[in-house]
C-alpha cells in the first residue's frame, strides 16, 4: 500500500524527516520498503500484514505515528446535515442476509455537476497509483485511501424503482462490470441489484449500465459492510482484483463505514455542488466493543522489561483504545471497532511492546527454575520414547487383539494361558496379545518386504496373560532391529549388521538416562540373554533363529528383539542428579591389556577395578577387542582404561602406581587372566 508524506500531516504534525518516519514505522511493524520523491512529497510504500486492515489507510497509518511519536492525532468532525421534507428523495433498501451483509447505507446527493476534479485531489490520487475519472468516482476513491472504508456511487436515475436489494445473484444471471467484461453469475455470489438486475457485485466492482457519467445528476452513494470470507470467495471464483475486494475480504468497521460516507458526502457537496436528498440504513446500528482486562505487572513479565503503567495508558490511548482504571496497576482495555484482531491481553502486550519498542527491552535470561523430577508414568513412559528415539528407532503401534497362528509362528510366547476373546470380529482378533514381539516381528517383515534395508522399531503398550485364573494386565517395551546401516571406518564405507551388541548398546544407553545402574546381561542359551536390575529378571534379547525367521519369510537376516518388563523397569529409575564443577586438575590414563577366556564376561571385571581403585580411580572401559594370531584359540585380548583423578590436586606417581599395580594384581590372582 502506497501512502504520501503530506497526506499524513493533515492529520498529525509530524515533525521528524521522512527517512527517520520510515525507519521508526519498520521498527513498530509496519514495513517500510520502499520511500520515493515524487511531485514535490514523498511516497511510502508499506508492506501490510493481512490481520491489520486498520493499517489499509492514511488515518490508520496516521494513528500508528500519533502513537510511537506521541503528537497529537487531527480528529475528523462531521454531522449528518438536516434535509428539508420537501427536498427528501424516497430511496427502498433490502438485505435479504444479514449474514452476508450485516449493515448498508445509502445516501442520496442529488444535483451534483460530475466534471474533472481538482488538481490537488489529481496530484494525491495520482501519486498513489490511482488514475482520476471525475470528480465523483475520484472522491470515493480518496475517501477509500484516506479512511481505509470503500465506497460505490450509482446514477440513482438509472436504478429501477430507486431501489436497493442485497442478494445472491440467480442462475444465469449477467453483469458487465466497469472494466466492461461480462460475467456469468451465479447462487454464490453477492450483488447490489435494484427492482430488476443486478448492478454491482457487492464489495468488488460496480456495474457499467449504472455507472457514474457526465450526464448523471443524482446519485446514490454506497457504505457497507460485508462478509469477508464471502467476499474473498467471490473474488477468487470471478478473477477480479480491486481496492474495494482487498479491504472488504480483510474485514471492515461499522463506524468507519459510517464516517467514509459522511466525509464522502461533504466532498461531493464541495466539489460537485452536491445537495444531500436522503440517507437509509440497514443492518446492525452499532457495533459490540470488548473489553479486556489488563494488568501491568502481566504486561512487564511478558516483555521482560519495566514500562511504568502510565506509559502502558499512554500507548494505548493512542492507539486509539479506551482505557479505565480497574485497582492499582489493573486496566479494563475497550477494543475499538477497527481492531478486529485484538483478542485477549497477550494481543493488547505485543501492541505495548512494538510501540514502546523492542530495543529499549533489555537483554536478559529468562529465569528458569529446573525441575529435574519427572512425576507420574505417563511423563516417564514419555521420557523412555524420547530416549528411544534419540538412539534411532522409530515407534510403531499395533493392535491389542491379534491371531493364535502369530503367536504360533513366532515361538516367542507360549500359546497357553491365554485371553481368548469370547466373540471375535475375525480370526486376526482372536486373543488380546501376551507379549508385543509376534506385532514388532510382523511389522518388522512387513518392512522389509517393501525393500528397507534397515528397520528399528518399538513399541511401549500392555500385554495381557491368564495366569492367575483371571486376566492380568501390565505394560511392556518391545525392540525388534533388523539389517544393516553403512558406517564410515578408516577401510572406508562398510555395512554394520546389527546383533545382540547393538540392542545391548541401545538399552544400556536407555537405564543409564533413566539412572538404572545395577543391572546385567547374562547368557542364558543360545541366542537368548536374560536382562536384570538389581538382581532381578526384567527381560530379555532374543536373536531370532532360522526356522522363526523362514515363518516370517525374512531370507538372510538376522532379527534382534527384546521385552522388558516396564512396571519393573520404572520401578528401578532414579532420576535425580548430582552436578559436580568442571575438574581443574588434569586426569592421569593408564591402560591394562590381557587375555582372558571368550566366555569370562568383562562386566564383573569392570565392577572389581572400580572398588578396588575408590578413590582415585574415575572411570574404567574397555577400548579394544582382538582375536588374531597372537591370541590363543578360545581367548579373546582386551584393553581397559582406567582414569585416575584426584579433585584438589595433582597426582604424583607415587601414589598413582602402587594403585594401578594392585589393580592388575587383582585381575590376575582373582580372575586368572593374563597380562600382555
Known amino acids: 500500500m502506497k501512502i504520501t508524506y503530506n497526506w499524513l500531516k493533515d492529520f498529525l504534525n509530524i515533525k521528524i524527516s521522512p527517512k527517520s518516519l520510515a525507519d521508526k514505522l519498520t521498527m513498530a511493524g509496519l514495513e517500510v520498503v520502499s520511500l520515493e ?14 490481520n491489520r486492515p486498520d ?6 497509518v496516521a494513528r500508528e505515528i500519533s502513537a510511537i511519536t506521541a503528537a497529537k492525532l ?7 446535515p438536516k434535509i428539508k421534507a420537501k427536498t427528501l428523495k424516497p430511496v427502498n433498501i433490502s438485505v435479504q442476509d444479514k449474514k452476508d451483509c450485516s449493515f448498508y447505507s445509502a445516501r442520496v446527493i442529488c444535483d451534483v455537476k460530475v466534471g474533472p476534479s481538482p488538481q490537488w485531489l489529481k496530484e494525491r490520487l495520482e501519486l498513489l497509483g490511482c488514475r482520476s475519472v471525475n470528480n465523483i468516482v475520484d472522491i470515493t476513491n480518496y475517501v477509500l485511501f484516506e479512511l481505509g472504508h470503500p465506497l460505490h456511487a450509482f446514477d440513482l436515475d438509472l436504478l429501477a424503482r430507486e431501489t436497493i436489494v442485497v442478494r445472491r445473484a440467480k442462475s444465469g444471471e449477467k453483469i458487465t462490470t466497469l472494466d466492461d467484461q461480462q460475467r456469468l453469475l451465479g447462487p454464490e455470489i453477492l450483488v447490489i441489484a435494484d427492482n430488476d438486475k443486478p448492478q454491482a457485485i457487492a ?31 467471490n473474488r477468487q471464483k470471478l478473477g477480479l482484483q480491486s481496492e474495494s475486494a482487498y479491504r472488504f475480504e480483510r474485514g471492515v468497521n461499522l463506524e468507519t463505514a459510517k464516517l467514509a460516507s459522511l466525509a464522502a458526502q461533504d466532498l461531493i457537496c464541495k466539489l460537485a455542488s452536491g445537495r444531500p436528498c436522503a440517507y437509509k440504513s440497514a443492518g446492525v446500528a452499532k457495533p459490540g466493543s470488548p473489553s479486556i482486562k489488563l494488568e501491568v505487572v502481566h504486561v512487564n513479565r511478558m516483555l521482560g522489561s519495566n514500562i511504568p503503567s502510565l506509559k502502558i495508558k499512554q500507548i494505548l490511548n493512542g492507539l486509539g483504545f479506551e482505557i479505565k482504571a480497574q485497582g492499582k496497576n489493573t486496566f479494563l482495555v475497550k477494543v475499538p471497532g477497527f481492531r478486529q484482531d485484538i483478542k485477549s491481553a497477550i494481543d493488547l502486550i505485543e501492541e505495548i511492546g512494538r510501540i514502546y519498542g523492542y530495543p529499549k527491552i533489555p537483554q536478559t535470561l529468562p529465569a528458569i527454575k529446573p525441575n529435574l523430577n519427572i512425576c507420574g508414568k505417563r511423563d516417564i513412559v514419555s521420557r523412555v520414547k524420547n530416549v528411544l528415539v534419540s538412539l534411532g528407532l522409530q515407534e510403531a503401534i499395533t493392535y491389542s487383539l491379534i491371531d493364535r497362528e502369530l503367536l504360533e509362528k513366532s515361538r516367542i510366547k507360549p500359546v497357553s494361558q491365554l485371553v481368548e476373546i469370547l466373540n471375535p470380529l475375525s480370526r486376526e482378533q482372536e486373543v488380546l496379545r501376551p507379549s508385543l514381539l509376534p506385532s514388532l516381528l510382523r511389522c518388522l517383515a512387513y518392512n522389509l518386504d517393501r525393500q528397507q534395508e534397515y528397520v528399528s522399531i518399538f513399541e511401549i503398550a500392555n500385554v495381557f496373560s491368564g495366569n492367575a485364573g483371571y486376566p492380568q494386565e501390565t505394560s511392556s517395551l518391545g525392540i525388534a532391529l533388523c539389517g544393516s546401516r553403512p558406517l564410515l571406518t578408516n577401510q572406508g564405507l562398510v555395512r554394520d549388521e546389527v546383533t545382540l551388541l547393538h540392542l545391548k548398546g541401545i538399552l544400556e544407553g536407555l537405564f543409564d538416562n533413566l539412572g538404572i545402574r545395577e543391572y546385567d546381561f547374562k547368557a542364558k542359551a543360545a541366542g537368548l540373554v536374560s536382562i536384570t536390575i538389581q538382581q532381578q529378571e526384567t527381560g530379555f534379547m532374543l536373536d531370532l533363529n532360522k526356522q522363526t525367521l523362514d515363518a516370517f519369510d525374512i531370507k538372510n537376516k538376522q532379527v534382534i528383539l527384546a521385552e522388558i518388563d516396564l512396571e519393573k523397569m520404572l520401578a528401578q529409575i532414579n532420576l535425580d542428579k548430582k552436578f559436580f564443577s568442571v575438574p581443574r586438575y588434569p586426569a592421569v590414563t593408564r591402560d591394562i591389556s590381557f587375555m582372558i577366556k571368550d566366555d569370562m564376561p568383562v562386566q564383573g571385571l569392570l565392577a572389581a577395578i572400580k572398588a578396588k581403585g575408590l578413590p582415585l580411580l574415575h572411570s574404567a572401559r574397555v577400548v579394544d577387542y582382538y582375536q588374531g594370531k597372537q591370541i590363543p584359540s578360545g581367548f579373546k585380548g582386551l584393553t581397559i582404561s582406567c582414569v585416575y583423578r584426584a579433585n584438589g590436586r595433582t597426582l604424583t606417581e607415587d601414589e598413582l602406581c602402587p594403585l ?3 589393580i592388575c594384581s587383582l585381575l590376575e590372582e582373582s580372575f586368572g587372566i593374563k597380562l600382555r
Not at 520523491?37 to 493481512?50: K, L, N, P, Y
Not at 487531527?74 to 449528518?80: A, G, H
Open 660 to 662: 594401578h599395580n594392585s
Open 55 to 60: 493499517w489499509l489507510s492514511i488515518l490508520g
Open 37 to 50: 520523491e515524487a511531485g514535490g512529497d514523498f511516497v511510502f510504500e508499506i508492506e501490510i500484514t493481512s
Open 74 to 80: 487531527k480528529t475528523i468532525n462531521l454531522k449528518e
Open 203 to 233: 464489495g468488488i466492482m460496480g456495474g457499467k449500465e449504472s455507472e457514474v457519467t457526465d450526464k448523471t445528476r443524482n446519485i446514490l452513494l454506497e457504505s457497507a459492510v460485508f462478509n469477508p470470507v464471502l467476499i474473498r470467495r
